[in-house]
């Protein structure tokens, strides 16, 4: 769960209160800086008994926005290893189950705020509160562990996430600078640009790598709340002047396969996860809520506009592009300035993202390090661990820099278990001892294999694919088609 993405990022997280913060001083401090950046307050860390709650408008705003970012540019390639037909039903499906879960968490977690009389509570402590009324012994005695869980799954998470980026960021500069000899102003002139070479991917992403750093290096969550507005308008323009490329001259889709091979799919679920993957935006939103009883309908209608918005853009991309659309459908767009423009402000919106998704692993891991040493260090230790941890994200990006599979394998790895796999869980371990209908146990049964067996396939098929790749740090975008 991002609170980059309830600011502007993609998918994300805002459960910053752990096991292994120091104090319940400290968890109250990460708590309160979570709602403050949720509704952009300028306190760094307001009082939430007194700090105004945003209205049912704004917090529709800020679901819908919290789940767009890198994640809708993949999903036109999604479509394509699921199939023309398979594809739009399948993100749909998933648009509702993910959906589903997150009615699930906000169930839970308000019957425990009733019966623990706590006016929040966040996915960690839900977790491990589930776990506590569980029947089983042994999960009542390890219920501590539920909340490490979903902490140590959030930073594979926000950090797969600052990966994507870094690639997405490499990826997108290396063609502008390549195709600037050839850029005209006519953006419906066909003809096949061949790009000038320049240096290599892994290059590009070590440019990036000070100004990155310079970012993390930033604390303050006011400053953040700059760079998270910033995002936010760039990746607005930049996705209208998308769809307006994309729905125009559509050709005849009769060639493209109804459904693709099944090996293939493992990789459209990887992406699909990771597009839908901000379950854990929703507590926060719900808590900032003036009338939290009108969430659920809030809830509902944000995945919602969110799902009708993922396959429109996923299915327009590949009927626009067929097999030729690539790994993000800006390395599609015709080669003039217009869409160079918009890759560039795509690139200025991701590099604000990549510190507001940081800031979430950032205040798990830093908090409870500092804390392990004398007052004196605790400031160059955080600095240490800042850039330790956005040197890691370069070399990982490094290892792994072809998008479509970073994306999958995220989206497998991590994101299935946050949005699929843990939720349907937490309701039985809530309920069981309650009285629980058969139909209710399974349904959760099924919706939880249907993660795992996402996370086994997709996790396998992306590093298979990684594997078996000839030139792995080669980027496909050699060639853009102008059509």
């Known amino acids: 769960m991002s609170m980059t993405k309830s600011a502007g990022g993609p998918q994300g997280a805002v459960d910053l209160k752990l096991d292994l913060k120091p104090s319940s001083e400290s968890a109250k401090k990460l708590q309160n800086k979570d709602s403050s950046f949720l509704d952009g307050s300028p306190s760094e860390s307001p009082d939430l008994e007194t700090t105004k709650g945003i209205t049912a408008f704004q917090a529709l705003v800020h679901l819908v926005k919290g789940n767009i970012g890198t994640g809708v540019l993949g999903l036109p390639l999604a479509m394509k290893n699921a199939g023309i037909l398979m594809g739009p039903l399948s993100l749909l499906a998933m648009g509702f189950i993910s959906c589903h879960c997150m009615h699930i968490l906000v169930r839970c977690a308000q019957r425990f705020c009733h019966r623990l009389n706590k006016p929040f509570m966040d996915y960690g402590d839900t977790v491990m509160h589930g776990l506590e009324a569980s029947p089983s012994t042994w999960l009542r005695n390890h219920a501590h562990w539920g909340r490490r869980i979903v902490s140590f799954f959030l930073i594979v998470t926000q950090m797969g996430f600052c990966c994507v980026y870094i690639v997405f960021l490499a990826d997108n500069l290396k063609q502008v600078v390549e195709a600037v000899n050839s850029t005209t102003n006519n953006c419906h002139y066909n003809r096949t640009v061949i790009l000038t070479p320049t240096m290599d991917s892994r290059l590009?992403?070590?440019?990036?790598?000070?100004?990155?750093?310079?970012?993390?290096?930033?604390?303050?969550?006011r400053a953040l709340s700059i760079f998270s507005l910033l995002a936010n308008i760039t990746m607005l323009v930049s996705l209208i002047i998308i769809t307006q490329s994309?729905?125009?001259?559509?050709?005849?889709?009769?060639?493209?396969?109804?459904?693709?091979?099944?090996?293939?799919?493992?990789?459209?679920?990887?992406?699909?996860?990771?597009?839908?993957?901000?379950?854990?935006?929703?507590?926060?939103?719900?808590?900032?809520?003036?009338?939290?009883?009108?969430?659920?309908?809030i809830l509902s209608l944000g995945m919602s506009i969110v799902t009708a918005l993922y396959i429109s853009i996923g299915t327009l991309g590949y009927l626009r592009f067929g097999n030729d659309i690539k790994a993000s459908i800006t390395l599609n767009l015709p080669n003039c300035w217009l869409?160079?423009?918009?890759?560039?402000?795509?690139?200025i919106g991701i590099l604000c993202t990549y510190a507001l998704q940081f800031y979430v692993p950032a205040e798990i891991i830093i908090p409870f390090a500092t804390s392990q040493v004398l007052k004196r260090w605790a400031l160059p230790l955080d600095l240490f661990i800042r850039l330790a941890m956005v040197s890691l994200t370069c070399v990982l990006a490094i290892l792994i820099p072809r998008l479509d599979l970073v994306l999958s394998l995220v989206g497998s790895l991590s994101s299935s278990a946050l949005a699929l796999i843990i939720p349907p869980l937490l309701e039985i371990t809530t309920y069981y001892s309650e009285g629980?209908?058969?139909v209710t146990i399974?349904?959760?049964?099924?919706?939880?294999?249907?993660?795992?067996?996402?996370?086994?396939?997709?996790?396998?098929?992306?590093?298979?694919?990684?594997?078996?790749?000839?030139?792995?740090?080669?980027?496909?975008?050699?060639?853009?088609?102008?059509?």
Do not use: C
């Open 204 to 221: 590009y992403m070590l440019t990036f790598l000070p100004f990155l750093v310079l970012l993390v290096f930033v604390r303050n969550l």
């Open 246 to 297: 994309i729905i125009q001259g559509i050709p005849d889709p009769s060639h493209l396969p109804l459904v693709a091979n099944w090996k293939t799919y493992s990789l459209f679920f990887g992406t699909a996860v990771f597009s839908f993957e901000s379950i854990g935006v929703v507590l926060p939103l719900e808590n900032k809520m003036k009338d939290a009883r009108r969430f659920p309908v």
């Open 339 to 347: 869409y160079h423009s918009v890759k560039i402000l795509y690139i």
């Open 436 to 438: 629980m209908s058969p």
């Open 442 to 483: 399974i349904k959760d049964a099924l919706i939880s294999i249907l993660g795992f067996v996402g996370f086994v396939m997709g996790t396998y098929q992306a590093l298979d694919e990684l594997i078996q790749s000839e030139d792995p740090l080669t980027f496909s975008n050699s060639t853009i088609f102008i059509q």
